[in-house]
């Protein structure tokens, strides 16, 4: 059974129709990344799978359970923001913890939850800190913990990275893949950065105009582009308008300076 099965979903903004019959399939323990320029969509697609945006057909089946109509909280997953939307006026146990404070446990399992969550993320003894005195790499961590803190099936991240130096985010894609490999959790990552897509993914989504482009592994989209659009956004800038048509037993290729060869 598959953790998120998207089946044909339209989304729309007022009478502007946004994704076009979109359909993906994505197995338990899988790390997916949508990739794609801005405006294609892949926003659109996290938050309508998340629940914060409504579908205007289709279905989203998680673990085979259709919630296009249930609410955010109701969906079992967590979210990673670009804005972080961490709580300024609490401290980092505050803010990992507060999931598990909405699903009423106990203070004192939270503390021990909190503290474990965080001596993954290699942030043991901060818990007592405002997150207004952390770094921008610490920050993020703290939004991950929050998300893992409630230990979802599924993890659903928004350009979690892309406010960070090129440095700390590097280090942050690694610990993000080796924390889902260990806990096996499905994940769905948004992205506009072809090398994070590349290096983080099981397989790459890439999107175009509300619609689906091309769907498969890293090194299956990288190498074989199903079109020009996938094979110019996947990093083939250098590029030859050619004429092929057919010629006796094989094909005649011309080239804009009238040349020909036959293949």
């Given amino acids: 059974m598959a953790a998120i099965d998207v089946d044909h979903l339209q989304v729309s903004y007022g009478s502007q129709r946004v994704l076009h019959g979109v359909s993906l399939s994505v197995a338990p323990g899988e790390f997916i990344a949508i990739l794609g320029s801005s405006g294609c969509g892949k926003t659109t697609l996290l938050r309508t799978i998340a629940g914060f945006q409504k579908a205007a057909g289709g279905a989203i089946r998680l673990f085979g359970r259709d919630v296009v109509n249930t609410p955010p909280e109701k969906r079992g997953m967590a979210m990673m923001f670009q804005s972080y939307a961490l709580w300024p006026h609490m401290t980092v146990l505050g803010n990992v913890g507060y999931g598990l404070r909405l699903r009423g446990i106990p203070r004192e399992e939270i503390r021990a939850r909190v503290a474990s969550v965080l001596k993954m993320l290699n942030m043991s003894g901060l818990e007592d800190r405002k997150v207004t005195n952390l770094s921008g790499g610490q920050r993020q961590r703290v939004a991950l913990g929050r998300a ?5 099936a599924i993890l659903l991240l928004d350009e979690p990275l892309s406010n960070l130096d090129a440095k700390v985010r590097i ?8 924390l889902q490999n260990r806990l096996g959790f499905t994940a769905i990552h948004v992205t506009h950065d072809r ?43 250098n590029t030859l308008d050619l004429d092929v ?12 300076d009238g040349t020909h060869c036959i293949a």
Avoid: W
């Avoid at 893992?148 to 979802?152: G, S, T």
């Avoid at 280090?171 to 080796?178: A, N």
């Avoid at 048509?245 to 804009?256: H, K, M, Q, T, W």
């Fill in 195 to 237: 090398e994070e897509a590349m290096t983080m993914a099981d397989r790459i989504v890439v999107m175009d105009a509300g619609r689906i482009a091309q769907v498969g592994s890293p090194k299956e989209v990288y190498d074989h582009p199903n079109s020009p659009f996938v094979a110019s956004f996947m990093g083939a800038e």
């Fill in 245 to 256: 048509r057919p010629s006796g037993a094989g094909v005649e290729v011309r080239v804009d």
């Fill in 171 to 178: 280090q942050l894609r690694s610990e993000i893949k080796s």
């Fill in 148 to 152: 893992l803190a409630i230990e979802p």
